[in-house]
């Protein structure tokens, strides 16, 4: 069984400060990681992606990635109230199709 | 339209009716998805399909029976579910099924059909 493993949350965070994301998987065989963004009642919708060892940057989002111990972590700068809603960590086998979801941590950004 | 689609967005059933969720994906992908979402608990896989052709049967009850007629459309039939069938049904798709670039293994997901068996 691959395990995702994510804070439930709630996170609860000020507008404007850090809210910061970890995300752990039991598989050392993964190598593709994404993050999904769901709004309450709404599908989720991709983030971003990542697949090497260290950061990867995109607007106010960065992934971090640590395949040696086995997490990755999102934060996201200066946070929105639009920020509010349960973030997906999702992993991938190379040797895999399948992704392997967590249950998700949920964000709240107090305004 | 783009995207991903389904319909339809909402549906109550009984335990004894039959109906069927769609699916349609305008990006012309390959693989298409169906996933379980309930309350508080991770997606749960049901079924992969790629090229038309079923990869995937994640041990899912007889009572969910899918279908792909081509690579863009994707139905998931229901008849005599039960309560616990009820949860949000999300539909997915991706451009290849083991692609060795993230980008083209990447899923989107469509609005979802939420669904409550009485």
């Known amino acids: 069984q691959k395990e995702v493993e994510q804070n439930s949350g709630p996170l609860s965070v000020p507008e404007g400060a850090i809210a910061s994301l970890n995300c752990t998987y039991s598989?050392?065989?993964?190598?593709?990681f994404f993050w999904y963004r769901q709004y309450s009642g709404k599908s989720p919708e991709l983030i971003m992606f990542?697949?090497?060892?260290g950061d990867k940057e995109d607007g106010r989002f960065t992934a971090q990635l640590n395949k040696a111990s086995q997490y990755v972590s999102l934060l996201i700068r200066d946070s929105q109230p639009s920020d509010s809603a349960t973030y997906l960590c999702a992993v991938k086998a190379l040797s895999d199709y399948k992704l392997s979801f967590g249950a998700g941590t949920t964000v709240t950004v107090r305004a | 339209e783009t995207g991903v689609t389904q319909t339809p967005r909402h549906l109550v059933m009984g335990m004894t009716n039959k109906k069927s969720l769609k699916c349609e994906q305008h990006?012309?992908?390959?693989?298409m998805y169906w996933y379980k979402q309930s309350a508080k608990k991770p997606l749960e896989l049901m079924f992969v399909?790629?090229?038309?052709?079923?990869?995937e049967n994640n041990s899912v009850p007889s009572r969910f029976s899918p279908e792909c007629p081509n690579s863009s459309h994707l139905f998931l039939h229901l008849h005599t579910l039960q309560p616990e069938d009820s949860a949000l049904y999300l539909c997915a798709s991706s451009q290849e099924l083991m692609y060795s670039g993230a980008a083209g293994e990447t899923q989107y997901f469509g609005p979802g059909t939420r669904l409550l068996v009485l």
């Open positions: 990006l012309g992908h390959n693989a």
């Open positions: 990542i697949y090497s060892n």
């Open positions: 399909y790629n090229f038309k052709e079923q990869t």
């Open positions: 598989d050392r065989g993964s190598q593709s």
